[in-house]
């Protein structure tokens, strides 16, 4: 089954600091991988996606990741944190359903890690 | 653009009491989405709509939980009788249609209840 690891559950970094949050995925095929942000409160957003092309892709709000095949992973970077970064971090996979299942896929979620940022 | 509305924001119930919530997804949006996120984990797909049909309800447990989009808008989603695992956040998400690689889904705000 398709899975998502998030390795940090919390990550405490300085404003100004660069990020980068850990991302492993277990699937068969290429993915269809996603991050997502959740402010406190809040609904998630998408800050970006990969479905296939280049492995670098970027998102909103100045964030990018990686795909690395080999690694499994799909890591977000971003390289100066501001303080409204604050906020608890997704990455999904999107897990393909058999025709039974009714197509389509659907957003396998992992646990998330929780970003605070220091003044 | 109005985003996707949910109501009530907060809900506290005892266990074995019943609970409904309520989404009203973007306009035009086909494919209507429940998760359920235990504090700590991740969102969790319980049911998913296209229109008025049912997509995939795999990890809805139906002996307690209920979902339904009668006229393909609008959705509500019951628990009856409730019990203390069920205390999560509930969030709805819409999208134009099916298809990760072409359709963003939209979350809303959610709605936090409180089993006791």
């Known amino acids: 089954a398709q899975s998502v690891t998030q390795p940090d559950i919390h990550i405490t970094v300085s404003e100004g600091a660069s990020l980068e949050l850990r991302c492993n995925y277990s699937?068969?095929?290429?993915?269809?991988l996603f991050w997502y942000v959740q402010s406190p409160g809040q609904g998630l957003q998408l800050l970006l996606k990969?479905?296939?092309?280049?492995?670098l892709v970027q998102g909103i709000k100045g964030f990018e990741a990686e795909f690395k095949r080999s690694q499994s992973s799909f890591n977000l970077r971003k390289p100066s944190v501001h303080w409204s970064d604050a906020a608890e971090y997704f990455c999904?996979?999107?897990?393909?359903?058999?025709?039974?299942?009714?197509?389509?896929?659907?957003?396998?979620f992992g646990k998330g890690t929780k970003l605070t940022v220091n003044p | 653009e109005a985003g996707v509305a949910q109501s009530p924001r907060y809900k506290i119930i005892e266990k074995r009491q019943s609970v409904a919530f309520w989404c009203n997804p973007i306009?035009?949006?086909?494919?209507l989405y429940w998760y359920q996120q235990i504090l700590g984990q991740g969102p969790k797909l319980l049911i998913q709509?296209?229109?008025?049909?049912?997509?995939?309800d795999s990890q809805l447990p139906k002996d307690r939980f209920s979902a339904e989009r009668l006229k393909g808008v609008d959705s509500t989603l019951k628990i009856q009788p409730a019990k203390l695992e069920d205390s999560a956040v509930y969030l709805c998400?819409?999208?134009?249609?099916?298809?990760?690689?072409?359709?963003?889904?939209?979350f809303g705000p959610g709605t936090r209840l409180t089993v006791t």
């Open positions: 709509f296209q229109n008025n049909g049912v997509v995939d």
């Open positions: 990969y479905f296939s092309g280049d492995t």
């Open positions: 999904a996979v999107g897990a393909k359903r058999t025709s039974i299942q009714g197509g389509s896929e659907k957003l396998v």
């Open positions: 699937y068969g095929a290429t993915p269809y």
């Open positions: 998400a819409s999208s134009v249609g099916l298809g990760l690689a072409y359709y963003e889904q939209y």
């Open positions: 306009s035009g949006h086909a494919t």
